[in-house]
């Protein structure tokens, strides 16, 4: 009897949770797909024709958007890398007794709304803002320099959010690095290029592959930093299908191009997490 | 003996000095890059924070115009901000509550039991968390409209747990995961049984653990607008409140609710650091 019970554990105590990722996250997927392949409209309802000409009208129609936004996730994520290294690795070594202060600093934008956060940004970046106004004052500008609106602004904005995310994970490999290591690489008489190329990168890596996931991901399905900071000519695939689902009613076309765009991604991640497995990334992730 | 930790010996060699004072540079170079980015992230918060206190003559509180308090006195002044913000906390609350109950049990299993099924959860936790917030959003409409059910706090709640579990059964099961089993394997030797064990000895363990899984759903909660954009129908949440008042003009009380949020939410996590490292000093 206790047995069974203790073998059952498990399952008692997954069954909850487990129900509701399959009623809301596989079903949905499911149904997503099943949209897709629909036909109809919001006011005489919806029938499944299999019609996939859909996904071709997609492509089509929004390949420029998709690509866009992968380009600028791209982008943001090779920023993200080269900003957030150092920082995280100052901070892993010669951080200190600070280090809690430095990782607490790092987490305080998150105590603001990431909605009013970007909103700020604009207010910031604006043609007369409190930025732009005195260089344009002063010269150091031409009068009709302007960052609102280009697609700078967007992966600025990109970059802006996600780099705790970034920053978090590299800090977190590069801290369990031994400093014993890193000695021992110096009596072995490996210079400082050295010992960095051959000891403290490789050791680096998880944290630097957990960091891409956790920041291409969002900022190729962007729709926020594109809409408050960009223009009509940056245009992500986030905001396409913000706009066919909740302004157009356009269930098939949205679910389409939502699909097209996690197959795009989820196929890259999960190749990328087998890789590396899963473990590492998930507690970058939750910490 | 004090004397020659404090000045060094006069027969240092001399080449260690040079390279020295190189290496202060570059961490100078480092300290003052580090600071920079930090400048960079808080900047927003500073504008946020000023603008609350902004006087602004026209509908945009967009240039600084004067100084008042005013705002502070009148922070509730508008019903539609108000109710936006109470209802934030309520699917707040109550799905961090959710989330937080069922995300412990999927956590405490894997962490502590091999059962069959258990790689296929990981790989389904591992998929909620890699997922676009967008794509899941949008499906969960997809689901919605299909069933053709309505829209409302109730859907949000449902999206806020979805995407809430994952990191509160990666927390719990990080912690079980370390857990001395001897200490359960004691109380079993004084007689406890494994639900007194359970809930005398490890829940108290790993209550920590909840609780950061917990607060940090309340967290993700309270700042969602992707999902909840999708999810929403007529109700309207905190941020979802900023995003559509930013067409007509954001009213200064929204930087102050912000400012407040901000200062609440930097109090927790500065008490709940100093009473853990109070804490681990006892210990």
């Known amino acids: 009897m206790n047995r069974v019970k203790r073998t059952l554990a498990p399952y008692l105590l997954v069954l909850p949770g487990g129900l509701w990722l399959l009623l809301f996250f596989i079903v949905p997927m499911a149904a997503m797909v099943s949209l897709s392949l629909q036909q109809g409209d919001v006011i005489n309802g919806y029938r499944f024709t299999g019609h996939w000409q859909t996904y071709v009208d997609a492509i089509t129609d929004y390949r420029v958007q998709l690509i866009r936004s992968l380009v600028y996730g791209l982008i943001a994520t090779i920023i993200l890398i080269v900003m957030s290294f150092p920082m995280a690795y100052w901070i892993a070594f010669h951080g200190g007794k600070r280090k809690s202060t430095y990782l607490f600093l790092i987490l305080l934008p998150f105590f603001v709304s990431f909605v009013l956060r970007t909103i700020s940004w604009r207010q910031l970046l604006t043609d007369d803002g409190v930025l732009l106004h005195p260089l344009k004052e002063a010269g150091l500008l031409s009068p009709g320099f302007h960052i609102l609106g280009t697609p700078s602004a967007v992966i600025f904005g990109l970059v802006y959010n996600s780099l705790p995310f970034m920053v978090l994970p590299i800090y977190v490999a590069l801290e369990r690095i031994d400093p014993r290591v890193l000695e021992a690489a110096r009596d072995l008489y490996a210079k400082p290029p050295t010992v960095f190329r051959k000891v403290v990168l490789p050791l680096a890596l998880p944290g630097v592959f957990a960091g891409v996931l956790m920041t291409f991901v969002p900022a190729s399905a962007d729709y926020v930093n594109s809409q408050v900071l960009g223009s009509s000519s940056t245009t992500m695939i986030g905001q396409v299908i913000q706009a066919q689902y909740l302004a157009n009613s356009n269930y098939p076309m949205a679910s389409a191009l939502s699909f097209m765009l996690m197959a795009v991604l989820l196929v890259g991640v999960f190749a990328y997490a087998r890789a590396l497995g899963t473990e590492d990334v998930m507690n970058a992730a939750a910490r | ?283």
């Open chain 2, 1 to 283: 003996m004090t004397t020659s930790t404090l000045t060094p010996p006069a027969t240092a060699p001399a080449p260690v000095r040079p390279r020295r004072r190189v290496r202060i540079t570059g961490a100078g170079v480092m300290f003052t890059y580090t600071w920079l980015i930090i400048l960079w992230l808080v900047l927003p918060i500073f504008v946020m924070i000023l603008f609350g206190f902004n006087d602004p003559k026209g509908r945009f509180n967009q240039t600084w115009q004067g100084f008042t308090f005013k705002w502070y006195k009148d922070v509730f002044a508008i019903h539609e901000l108000t109710s936006a913000l109470w209802l934030s906390l309520v699917i707040a609350v109550v799905s961090s509550l959710i989330a937080g109950a069922i995300g412990t049990g999927i956590g405490y299993a894997l962490g502590r039991y091999q059962f069959r099924g258990s790689g296929g959860l990981n790989l389904l936790l591992f998929a909620t968390m890699a997922s676009p917030e967008l794509v899941m959003g949008a499906s969960l409409l997809s689901l919605f409209v299909s069933l053709n059910s309505g829209l409302g706090a109730s859907t949000i709640v449902i999206g806020h747990v979805l995407f809430s579990i994952s990191f509160v059964s990666t927390v719990v099961r990080a912690r079980v995961i370390t857990l001395d089993r001897s200490i359960e394997e004691a109380a079993a030797d004084l007689g406890a049984n494994a639900w007194t064990t359970f809930w005398k000895v490890t829940f108290p363990i790993i209550l920590p653990a909840v609780f950061s899984g917990v607060l940090l759903a309340f967290a993700l909660s309270i700042d969602d607008f992707v999902v909840t954009n999708f999810i929403s129908g007529n109700a309207t949440t905190f941020p979802l409140y900023i995003w559509g008042a930013t067409r007509v003009g954001l009213p200064p009380q929204v930087n102050v609710m912000g400012t407040l949020i901000f200062a609440t939410g930097v109090l927790i996590a500065v008490v709940s650091n100093l009473r853990s490292r109070a804490k681990s000093k006892q210990d």
